[in-house]
């Protein structure tokens, strides 16, 4: 699938030394903890919205068991080669994509992870609205990062113009977008240690 998006080569850019920013074992001990408090069970098929180098899919597969899947979309080829060499596993499909348009079926999967990647998105409500497409009904929708507003908006701020301009919103302002697209949403945390807010495709 051909993407347009012009934060595509600065994400190839940087993708060698994605890794070296950040303490592996403690990000996999994080991953591993707020999974877990996601519930998220053996024989889901999660997408991994924005999966870079693949440490989200890396800690959902032992979680997953041998019946799960994990679909992980990326606009970067680069940060996806990385990915397929660090996961070399038969239950993920790679695909190079944005968030809005996903080459998937309706309701394919039971659960949307949006890791440390949302204020990249392009439109929200348009990515919101395909997320909630791909999901099945009663899934969960997950905007989720480990570390606070404020912080990952000046990361943001200095990291160079193709990304400078990348809010992450209130989490109250992205919990009223998926509410008004017919989400429930069943929390929103805003503070110092992360960002999250789940919200769940209705069933009906």
């Not at 069970?41 to 959902?60: F, H, I, K, Q, S």
């Not at 597969?61 to 994990?70: A, D, S, T």
């Not at 204020?119 to 409500?125: K, V």
């Not at 929708?141 to 200095?158: K, Y």
């Amino acid at each position: 699938m051909k993407v347009t998006d012009p934060r595509s080569a600065f994400f190839d850019a940087i993708a060698d030394q994605w890794d070296g920013w950040d303490d592996m074992a403690a990000l996999a001990a994080r991953l591993a903890a707020g999974l877990a408090a996601f519930g998220v069970r053996p024989g889901e098929t999660v997408l991994d919205v924005g999966c870079g180098t693949g440490n989200l899919t890396r800690a959902l597969l032992p979680m997953i068991g041998e019946e799960g899947r994990v679909v992980a979309v990326d606009i970067s080829a680069r940060m996806l080669a990385a990915a397929r060499a660090k996961v070399p596993d038969a239950r993920v499909s790679w695909y190079l994509a944005s968030a809005d348009q996903l080459p998937l079926g309706d309701g394919a999967c039971d659960r949307v992870i949006c890791f440390s990647v949302w204020p990249h998105l392009q439109d929200f409500a348009a990515a919101a609205r395909e997320l909630g497409r791909v999901l099945r009904r009663g899934g969960s929708l997950h905007v989720w990062h480990l570390a606070s507003r404020e912080r990952i908006n000046a990361i943001h701020a200095g990291a160079g113009e193709a990304v400078r301009g990348d809010i992450l919103p209130p989490a109250t302002e992205t919990a009223a977008l998926l509410a008004g697209l017919g989400f429930e949403v069943t929390a929103a945390v805003d503070d110092q240690e992360r960002y999250l807010v789940t919200a769940v495709r209705r069933p009906s």
